[in-house]
Structure formats: C-alpha cells, structure tokens
C-alpha cells in the first residue's frame, strides 16, 4: 500500500519560506515521478512542480518559476518542495502526488498516488 505523508506547512509572512518535505513508502520511490499540487479555497487544483525518477529534470508552473524549487532524496524517499517569497495567493493545501508515468507533467489525472495534504498559508 502507497502512502504518502506532507509536513512542514504552516502560517508565514509575506516575504517568508517554507520547506515542505513528503516522504513515501510502500513504493520504490526511484521508480516514481514525483509531484506538487495546491487547491486555494474555492478553486480548482493546480499543479506546482514535479520531478523525474532521478531528480534530473523539473517542471514548474510558470507563474512559479524562480520562486518555488522542486527536489528529492531517494535515500530518503522523500519529495521536497522550498518555497521562498511567499505570496498570499500561495495560500492553499498542497498536495504532494506519485505517478509510475514517463513524464513529470501537470496533469493531475497522471498521478497514481495522493497525500492528505498541508496546509500553507501567508499572511500579509
């Protein structure tokens, strides 16, 4: 059985950071794409970022590029996701997700496995 487990949301200031980490288990987790999503209250769920099996390749929201990095530790089993400049409209729960895909797209529908999610909220 797959599971995946969020921490590190939590309440920060405009301007602020925060380190969300996922870790997996009951799966090789080399052999699975990683990604992030979040759902703000009243919206739809929009992908982050995701990452290949090896960590090589990235894929980013272009509204968060630059600000938000993707990376993983396959010793560990565990995606991480820094966010930095944090914004209000980061505010939301963010989800992390596995996928036994090709690639580390947006398409939420790719992903096999969910987490519960965690909350992020920025507060201006």
């Known amino acids: 059985q797959v599971q995946l487990g969020e921490s590190g949301g939590g309440l920060v200031q405009v301007g602020g950071s925060l380190r969300l980490s996922c870790g997996a288990s009951?799966?090789?987790?080399?052999?699975?794409?990683m990604g992030w999503f979040r759902q703000a209250p009243g919206k739809e769920r929009e992908f982050v970022a995701a990452?290949?099996?090896?960590?090589?390749?990235?894929n980013y929201r272009d509204s968060l590029k630059g600000r938000f990095t993707i990376s993983r530790d396959n010793a560990k089993n565990t995606v991480y996701l820094q966010m930095n400049n944090l914004k209000p409209e980061d505010t939301a729960v963010y989800y992390c997700?596995?996928?036994?895909?090709?690639?580390?797209?947006?398409?939420?529908?790719?992903?096999?496995?969910w987490g519960q999610g965690t909350q992020v909220t920025v507060s201006s």
């Open positions: 997700a596995a996928s036994r895909g090709f690639t580390p797209n947006g398409n939420s529908r790719s992903y096999d496995y």
């Open positions: 009951g799966v090789t987790f080399s052999t699975v794409i």
């Open positions: 990452i290949t099996r090896s960590g090589s390749t990235t």
